[in-house]
């Protein structure tokens, strides 16, 4: 086997997903929604799935939805992207798999920032590159300047940036963003900006996407999900954005990865992106909800919860919660003792873990999130014991 993979477990998500479907706990781990999704452009997947070619789409993805990313783009975000700057990957990880196999040469450093997402420290491995770690102060979760200095080496090459970030919930603000703009001409590095949460923020924020920063039209690749968008995260069905010369490298190693991606899916998604803007407001004001239904539980039962400003997920502070069990210690006694599934936070680091945070997934059904709150509430006193 090779190296990168032979030293590493299964995935938490699936480990996690697994023991809870295994003894029916409540999972509020792996990110994913209860709901029936955007049942539109569900709907619109069956119909092309009868109606329309089931064989091999253009590589690069249909013509309709390189469109509409673009025009989604153009109107959510003031991008000008035009349709051959975007290619259809099978998932955002795929995506985040051929821009490496793209971009990164043997020995190349790549600027990974912790909490990191678990795809991509591997990822950038096995395509030959160094990780170069810099950090989000946790709790805040800021970006500095000096973090990004002191993980710079002299052949950094490549940033990647997961904004809104998951497991944190937290956003880059303007200021962090034009900062890092600044680092990335500077250094003359291309940005990897993985911003599947986009739609995904609360409290009336925006997002605003680096692409959008002076100098960095030409040096990122924007990674977008319509499993995040329309809530299906089953559907794998992803897309890479970014200027010609990057683009053309990105489709070479696209081409021999998944090569394409099931066509009714991208049918279906063209026309959820062109129709179903109402609908996606509505979700998020509907995970904003959840949000604050098991936060306000949470809190309650006397457990402190760090903000979330986006994503699906809100972490809990053990320790500020007077529980003395490190995440790994805690999520093991939580699935086994009250049947919930959470995420352990240290699972988001290559190095120096924070070890006192949990992450739960809140885009659930009401009724499942009280029933989850129930059963750490009253799990609670025997935590803190
Ligand atoms: N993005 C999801 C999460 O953070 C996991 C996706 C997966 O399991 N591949 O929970």
Same mark, same amino acid.
């Given at each position: 086997?090779?190296?990168?993979?032979?030293?590493?477990?299964?995935?938490?998500?699936?480990?996690?997903?697994?023991?809870?479907?295994?003894?029916?706990?409540?999972?509020?781990?792996?990110?994913?929604?209860?709901?029936?999704?955007?049942?539109?452009?569900?709907?619109?997947?069956?119909?092309?799935?009868?109606?329309?070619?089931?064989?091999?789409?253009?590589?690069?993805?249909?013509?309709?939805?390189?469109?509409?990313?673009?025009?989604?783009?153009?109107?959510?975000?003031?991008?000008?992207?035009?349709?051959?700057?975007?290619?259809?990957?099978?998932?955002?990880?795929?995506?985040?798999?051929?821009?490496?196999?793209?971009?990164?040469?043997?020995?190349?450093?790549?600027?990974?920032?912790?909490?990191?997402?678990?795809?991509?420290?591997?990822?950038?491995?096995?395509?030959?590159? %160094? $990780?170069? /770690? !810099? #950090?989000?102060?946790?709790?805040?979760?800021?970006? =500095?300047?000096?973090? *990004?200095?002191? @993980?710079?080496?002299?052949?950094?090459?490549?940033?990647?940036?997961?904004?809104?970030?998951?497991?944190?919930?937290?956003?880059?603000?303007?200021?962090?963003?034009?900062?890092?703009?600044?680092?990335?001409?500077?250094?003359?590095?291309?940005?990897?900006?993985?911003?599947?949460?986009?739609?995904?923020?609360?409290?009336?924020?925006?997002?605003?996407?680096?692409?959008?920063?002076?100098?960095?039209?030409?040096?990122?690749?924007?990674?977008?999900?319509?499993?995040?968008?329309?809530?299906?995260?089953?559907?794998?069905?992803?897309?890479?954005?970014?200027?010609?010369?990057? %683009? $053309?490298? /990105? !489709? #070479?190693?696209?081409?021999?990865?998944?090569?394409? =991606?099931?066509?009714? *899916?991208?049918? @279906?998604?063209?026309?959820?992106?062109?129709?179903?803007?109402?609908?996606?407001?509505?979700?998020?004001?509907?995970?904003?909800?959840?949000?604050?239904?098991?936060?306000?539980?949470?809190?309650?039962?006397?457990?402190?919860?760090?903000?979330?400003?986006?994503?699906?997920?809100?972490?809990?502070?053990?320790?500020?919660?007077?529980?003395?069990?490190?995440?790994?210690?805690?999520?093991?006694?939580?699935?086994?003792?009250?049947?919930?599934?959470?995420?352990?936070?240290?699972?988001?680091?290559?190095?120096?873990?924070?070890?006192?945070?949990?992450?739960?997934?809140?885009?659930? $059904?009401?009724?499942?999130?009280?029933?989850?709150?129930?059963?750490?509430?009253?799990?609670?006193?025997?935590?803190?014991?």
């Amino acid at each position: 086997m090779n190296p990168v993979y032979a030293a590493l477990g299964t995935t938490i998500f699936e480990t996690m997903s697994a023991r809870a479907r295994a003894s029916g706990a409540i999972n509020l781990g792996q990110g994913f929604p209860d709901g029936e999704g955007c049942v539109p452009v569900v709907r619109a997947a069956a119909d092309a799935l009868v109606t329309r070619s089931n064989q091999y789409p253009p590589m690069a993805g249909l013509a309709e939805l390189r469109q509409a990313v673009a025009a989604h783009y153009a109107r959510h975000q003031q991008l000008d992207l035009s349709p051959e700057e975007v290619i259809v990957t099978s998932g955002a990880t795929e995506a985040i798999a051929a821009s490496f196999a793209a971009l990164i040469a043997p020995g190349d450093e790549v600027i990974l920032i912790q909490p990191l997402y678990d795809a991509y420290l591997p990822l950038v491995q096995r395509a030959g590159g %160094v $990780a170069r /770690l !810099a #950090r989000l102060e946790p709790g805040s979760w800021r970006l =500095t300047r000096a973090a *990004l200095e002191e @993980a710079a080496g002299p052949c950094t090459r490549l940033i990647v940036v997961n904004n809104p970030a998951n497991p944190a919930g937290a956003m880059l603000s303007r200021e962090e963003l034009a900062d890092l703009a600044a680092f990335c001409v500077e250094r003359d590095l291309i940005a990897v900006c993985d911003e599947v949460w986009e739609h995904v923020v609360y409290d009336g924020a925006r997002h605003t996407p680096l692409m959008a920063m002076p100098g960095m039209r030409e040096r990122t690749v924007k990674i977008g999900s319509a499993g995040k968008i329309f809530a299906l995260t089953g559907w794998k069905v992803g897309w890479m954005c970014a200027a010609p010369p990057i %683009v $053309a490298g /990105l !489709a #070479r190693a696209h081409q021999f990865l998944t090569f394409s =991606t099931a066509p009714n *899916l991208q049918w @279906a998604v063209a026309a959820g992106l062109e129709m179903q803007d109402d609908w996606i407001a509505e979700s998020v004001a509907g995970f904003q909800r959840a949000r604050n239904r098991l936060e306000g539980g949470l809190a309650a039962g006397g457990y402190h919860v760090l903000p979330s400003a986006a994503t699906w997920f809100l972490s809990v502070d053990l320790k500020a919660s007077g529980i003395a069990l490190d995440d790994m210690a805690f999520c093991e006694r939580l699935i086994e003792e009250a049947g919930v599934a959470a995420i352990p936070v240290s699972a988001f680091y290559a190095q120096a873990p924070v070890t006192n945070l949990v992450r739960l997934c809140f885009a659930k $059904a009401d009724d499942v999130l009280d029933a989850a709150i129930e059963r750490m509430d009253a799990a609670r006193s025997a935590f803190v014991r």
